[in-house]
């Protein structure tokens, strides 16, 4: 078979690569290496064209765990600014933006899905995040609610959710299940500290790798008061907790709360509004002492805002009012973030039905900027 010169130039693998998947057992391979790096991995194959946005090929060394990642980045300096997403295309537009971690949000995943987050499943969950965490190469946190029960059932989506991909998750102290009335009043109810306290033990207990990240999400605030968030908070950590999620209900209890609390502490804009406390940069919260920011709500209400308006435009008018010379390039920009070019380079150079050969089709244009 003649080999062409073009075809020589390109090796689909590098040596290196192949004395690193050589030392990988399968296991090792599936724990280490994403899909989102896997396409990576080809597509470094072709130095004379742009990796993919949003993709990335392994690097000399060791691949680190998403685990590994975001607990270095709770032990690094700085707030660990982590946008609320609800599927795979939102976490990837995150990461292509600068995002370095995307959090699974319940009520969001909930809304998208026409489900609500009180009657979502561990496998409706498990699912979105093994879509996501096969889509990025960023660490993901799930919001796991109340944990779906009790301690073991807390063990269980412990094991669940880190087979699934996620870095780390976030179990609540509130009742479960979840009451469906909470989306509308913000009412909630509380277990006891004690049981609280179980379950932290056992999600710490029930991760195999021991960077994957455990954190707690307290409502005593609003519940039981302030004192009583600051005891339940502080025997959280004690009980393994790598972070804790509260809600402060004023800008005062705002900077209070990381003067009384032991560990890092993950504060949650919220973009509907609240009446007596604003939210916050994460500049503003780092000043503040506070780790993570968390934007649970903004993205989906974005999403549901824009749509309606389109479709709402459309209806009346008969058009969506999309001025081509805008959205061409968007067009383009799309099929960019959600990986098309890997596929297309593969296609490029080895398909009988695929562009090489054919003069003027490859688009030099469609690599990412």
């Known amino acids: 078979m003649k080999v062409t010169a073009g075809w020589a130039k390109r090796d689909i693998v590098s040596r290196y690569e192949e004395d690193k998947l050589a030392r990988l057992s399968r296991r090792d391979f599936a724990k280490n290496t994403s899909l989102g790096a896997l396409g990576g991995l080809t597509a470094t194959s072709f130095p004379a064209l742009a990796r993919p946005q949003g993709e990335a090929g392994i690097r000399p060394g060791s691949p680190k765990r998403m685990t590994t990642i975001l607990r270095e980045m709770l032990r690094s300096p700085g707030v660990i600014d982590s946008p609320g997403i609800h599927d795979p295309l939102t976490a990837r537009i995150a990461e292509s933006v600068g995002f370095r971690c995307v959090n699974l949000s319940g009520p969001g995943l909930g809304v998208v899905t026409c489900e609500v987050e009180a009657a979502l499943s561990l496998d409706d969950l498990a699912r979105a995040t093994n879509r996501i965490t096969n889509t990025v190469n960023i660490p993901l946190l799930v919001d ?21 991909g996620a870095a780390g998750l976030c179990v609540d102290d509130q009742v479960c299940p979840k009451r469906f009335h909470y989306y509308m009043d913000a009412k909630t109810e509380t277990i006891a500290t004690e049981e609280m306290v179980e379950k932290i033990r056992y999600a710490v207990q029930a991760r195999r790798d021991p960077d994957f990240v455990v954190g707690a999400c307290t409502a005593s605030l609003q519940t039981h008061g302030f004192s009583e968030c600051v005891r339940r908070s502080n025997l959280f950590f004690q009980a393994g907790a790598d972070y804790v999620l509260l809600f402060p209900r004023t800008v005062e209890e705002t900077k209070r709360i990381p003067k009384e609390i032991q560990g890092p502490l993950n504060f949650a804009n919220a973009e509907h509004g609240m009446p007596e406390r604003p939210n916050f940069t994460a500049a503003e919260l780092n000043a503040m002492g506070w780790k993570i920011l968390n934007h649970p709500s903004g993205i989906t209400l974005l999403y549901y805002k824009t749509i309606k308006d389109a479709l709402s435009r459309l209806k009346e008018n008969g058009s969506l009012g999309m001025d081509p010379s805008v959205y061409a390039p968007i067009y383009k920009e799309v099929y960019q973030t959600i990986g098309l070019n890997t596929y297309y380079v593969i296609e490029y150079w080895t398909s009988r039905l695929g562009s090489r050969g054919a003069p003027g089709t490859y688009d030099p244009e469609f690599q990412p900027k």
């Open 144 to 164: 796991a609610g109340g944990g779906f029960g009790e301690p073991a059932h807390v063990f269980h989506t412990v094991r669940v959710l880190e087979h699934a």
